[in-house]
């Protein structure tokens, strides 16, 4: 068996832990090559003591300098690098097999095309890459031979119910994505206004960053999801579907022509997706515990509601449109969740704000390349910025003079 040696982008975060964890359970499959951070050098530097990487990558000069210091008084020989060019440098480099694309929002596109255009094993959980260049990621990953896996539980658990990792010609009728629905699916609804960030981001069933987690609360993570597996299985909007699933037992399903519906079952730990895509065709110990379906009297499945979920309307909306406004979608929803965790706007803000965004600007040609990608990016970051100074600027008082 051939070790695969692996470049871990994001490797501080949620996924990044986790992918780390179920290395470290199999040191005769799987070797690092490259971890990256952007800020928590504490973290990264416990990671290199245990997994001694030959490079590591962090976002600034300051953050290289200090790590630098930290691994030459623990006698670690690992060379340390910072930039986006560096990150590009390790998702391409001809010593790793596999790039795990685990950087958080659109922060991880270079390094994620970087990766496709040297023909890695992408294992992507890093949704908002593939969300906001669609097209050409999946162009890139077909014309430089490289591997495409999702990490993201309901499209892992789609690959994992395609069989062959394909829609075409296998008769699937349907890819039904599940969406837990987050922690305020009964909450009332006037309330919504008062959520804090702490409370958006307790999910019930999972663990996450703080970005993922909000999505989450706002169902603008099933948005992203559903152009996500536009792209990966090639599926055309009318054919994908979200089912609110409550428990999470269920990471998603395929119908066929014949009404066969296939679901992937398991406990909701990310481990498991990320063993299933590292080992993939293999099967490995993930660390998960087993699945105790006596324990799981109710499963419940219902529609969901548009109305109190508005980000996923807007998700939906962009899918149907043909995803050329996706770029926007995710740029809005990325500013409004950093401000809404800064306590600037309101939670139902957060949707306010991309739809302003999405009313005033135009949507992309379908044959954007890179940099109009990069662009539209910049002007929906600026505008979604313009809109929220408006939204958390002091309300005008008018004094009545007697
Ligand atoms: P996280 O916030 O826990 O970790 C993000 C990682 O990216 C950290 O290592 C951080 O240092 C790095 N990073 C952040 N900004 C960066 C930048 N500008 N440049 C370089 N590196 C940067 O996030 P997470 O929950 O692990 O999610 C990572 C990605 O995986 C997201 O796209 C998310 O949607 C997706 N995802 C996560 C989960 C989950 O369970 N956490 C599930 C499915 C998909
Ligand atoms: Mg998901």
Same mark, same amino acid.
């Given at each position: ?19 780390? @964890?179920?290395?470290? #359970?199999?040191?005769? /499959?799987? /070797?690092?090559?490259?971890?990256? !951070? ?31 210091? &930290?691994?030459?008084?623990? #006698? ?20 790793? @097999? ?22 890695? &094993? ?64 009964? #909450?009332?609804?006037?309330?919504? @206004? !008062? +959520? ?24 603008? *993570?099933?948005?992203?999801? +559903?152009?996500? !597996? ?11 579907? =979200? ?5 999470? =037992?269920?990471?998603?399903? +395929?119908?066929?022509? @014949? ?64 995803? #050329?406004?996706? =770029?926007?979608?995710?740029?809005? *929803? ?17 949707? /306010? =704000?991309?739809? /302003? ?46």
């Amino acid at each position: 068996m051939n070790v695969q040696r692996l470049s871990i982008l994001g490797s501080t975060g949620s996924i990044g832990t986790s992918t780390l @964890d179920v290395v470290a #359970r199999h040191p005769d /499959r799987f /070797r690092v090559f490259a971890l990256t !951070a952007h800020r928590q050098i504490d973290r990264l530097f416990d990671q290199c003591r245990a997994f001694l990487p030959e490079v590591v990558v962090v976002g600034d000069a300051e953050g290289a300098a200090e790590l630098k210091q &930290k691994l030459r008084a623990a #006698r670690l020989s690992t060379e340390v690098a910072y930039g986006p060019q560096a990150l590009s440098a390790a998702a391409s480099a001809a010593a790793c @097999d596999t790039v795990v694309a685990a950087i958080v929002g659109a922060a991880g596109l270079a390094s994620s095309l970087a990766a496709a255009r040297a023909g890695k &094993k992408i294992l992507l959980a890093n949704k908002e890459a593939l969300v906001v260049s669609g097209a050409l990621f999946m162009r890139t990953v077909a014309e430089h031979g490289a591997t495409l896996l999702p990490l993201d539980s309901e499209h892992n658990a789609i690959f994992q119910c395609l069989g062959t990792g394909s829609c075409t010609g296998a008769g699937v009728e349907r890819l039904i994505l599940t969406a837990s629905g987050g922690p305020f699916l009964q #909450r009332e609804l006037d309330t919504l @206004d !008062a +959520v804090t960030p702490d409370q958006a981001c307790k999910h019930p069933n999972w663990v996450m960053g703080r970005k993922i987690s909000v999505d989450s609360a706002t169902m603008m *993570n099933k948005g992203l999801e +559903v152009i996500e !597996a536009r792209w990966l299985f090639d599926m055309p909007a009318e054919r994908i579907e =979200v089912l609110i699933h409550p428990q999470s =037992v269920i990471h998603s399903m +395929v119908a066929y022509a @014949d009404q066969s519906v296939l679901a992937q079952l398991g406990n909701p730990d990310m481990r498991t997706p990320i063993a299933h895509a590292m080992a993939h065709p293999d099967r490995i110990d993930s660390g998960v515990a087993p699945l105790d379906l006596t324990r799981m009297s109710n499963l419940s499945f219902y529609a969901p509601d548009l109305a109190r979920f508005p980000c996923l309307r807007l998700g939906l909306q962009v899918l149907r449109d043909g995803c #050329r406004a996706s =770029v926007t979608l995710n740029a809005a *929803n990325e500013i409004a969740v950093d401000a809404f965790l800064r306590e600037q706007i309101r939670f139902t803000d957060i949707a /306010r =704000v991309v739809e /302003r965004t999405l009313d005033q600007l135009p949507a992309l040609a379908a044959t954007a390349q890179l940099d109009d990608i990069l662009a539209a990016d910049e002007r929906a970051r600026a505008t979604a910025h313009q809109i929220i100074a408006k939204l958390s600027a002091p309300r005008a008082v008018v004094a009545t003079i007697h």
